[in-house]
Nanobody
């Protein structure tokens, strides 16, 4: 079974940076499109960024030009580099993979792996 373990969250000041990591096990990591999602209390989980096998990336408007998604197939890890953090970036961040095997984005909600525990990010002065 596919398992996702996110890490790297924490407390940051506005304007600061954090790098989130997500180790994926139980699948052929190099075959999957990947994504990072964010959830805040009272709201649905939303896509922050995704990465197709082609290298094509998509970012939510709120994080464009500040966040960068990347992957290391040798380490079965997907990263989210978060720069110029804002208070509104606060939330729990989750990664996921599209298990359909097509490697395309947007990620198919019907093909996502079971969600991991996420990693919390708090941006505050």
């Amino acid at each position: 079974q596919v398992q996702l373990v996110e890490s790297g969250g924490g407390l940051a000041q506005p304007g600061g940076s954090l790098t989130l990591s997500c180790v994926v096990s139980g699948s052929l990591f190099s075959l999957h499109a990947l994504g990072w999602f964010r959830q805040v209390p009272g709201k649905q989980r939303e896509l922050v960024a995704d990465l197709a096998l082609s290298g094509h990336t998509t970012y939510a408007d709120a994080v464009k030009d500040r966040f960068v998604i990347s992957r290391d197939d040798a380490q079965s890890t997907v990263y989210l580099q978060m720069n110029d953090l804002k208070v509104e970036d606060t939330g729990v961040y989750y990664c996921n993979v599209d298990l359909s095997g097509f490697g395309r984005t947007p990620l198919d909600p019907r093909s996502l792996a079971p969600w991991g525990p996420g990693t919390g990010v708090t941006v505050a002065p």
